[in-house]
């Protein structure tokens, strides 16, 4: 049985997508099957993995109109894509019975096949991302070195327990990590002090640095480990990796 993580964080800018895809991919590098769902409508993980202009999307699959279907990657790495009509999806349901768990019922089925199944939340806290909790086991939040960051923190930290009380009572933080970490500017190191008091436990000891080839990678539609994995990008994505193989 998978464990289905959400990467979550409604403030835009946090490199949640590229978290996501190069996750996934770090985590298949160490031997593991990985399904990563694009779950935002401005389906950023699809298109950066060179998946665009879909015909089966995992917006299709929440209207029923059909059942999931996975694309392969590379082998054991698959991916459920996603298109803007997504963005409409929150009316459309508004009204379903059961809104709250159709992404769970339809991973249900999945969860045999794959390790990990990674989900790319929106950046928002509507009906996208509260599906994304539901069906979820744990959930990743990726943060920006900026005292900005914590700012509306506590927001989704808010949401999360009310989904665990009421929707998902087996739902927990597995953890924070840092990006765009340059550890030269004293306000970084300032910044990470600051959230390793708010999350003693949480906290994960990697810290994705700041590094160009993160950003050059989806121009290519790959993934950091296949553009460049001598990178800083591509050693601390599988440093994180390695890390969140030790959790239980």
């Not at 049985?1 to 835009?12: D, E, L, T």
């Not at 409409?88 to 990990?116: D, K």
């Not at 999360?160 to 340059?182: C, H, M, P, S, W």
């Amino acid at each position: 049985m998978s464990k289905v993580i959400s990467i979550s964080n409604h403030k835009g800018g946090v490199g949640k997508t590229t978290s996501c895809i190069n996750i996934g991919a770090g985590l298949n590098k160490l031997g593991k099957k990985v399904l990563l769902v694009d779950l935002d409508p401005q389906a950023n993980l699809s298109q950066s993995l060179g998946l665009t202009d879909q015909e089966r999307t995992i917006y299709g699959a929440i209207r029923g109109e059909y059942k999931l279907e996975p694309v392969g990657v590379v082998k054991g790495l698959d991916v459920l894509p996603s298109t803007l009509d997504l963005s409409g999806a929150e009316v459309e349901l508004s009204g379903e019975a059961g809104r709250e768990y159709i992404l769970r019922e339809l991973l249900e089925p999945y969860r045999a096949s794959y390790s990990y199944i990674l989900i790319d939340s929106p950046p928002s806290l509507g009906l996208l991302t509260i599906n994304s909790l539901t069906a979820s086991d744990e959930v990743l939040i990726p943060l920006q070195a900026q005292y900005l960051a914590l700012r509306g923190l506590s927001k989704l930290l808010e949401v999360i327990d009310k989904i665990k009380k009421r929707l998902n009572k087996e739902l927990r933080v597995a953890g924070v990590f840092i990006t765009q970490y340059d550890n030269r500017k004293i306000l970084n190191r300032d910044v990470v002090t600051t959230i390793g008091s708010h999350f003693k436990e949480e906290l994960f000891t990697t810290r994705i640095r700041d590094n160009i080839a993160l950003a050059e990678a989806p121009t290519q539609g790959v993934d950091i480990f296949r553009y460049n994995p001598k990178s800083y990008g591509a050693e601390d994505y599988l440093s994180l990796c390695k890390e969140i193989l030790k959790q239980k």
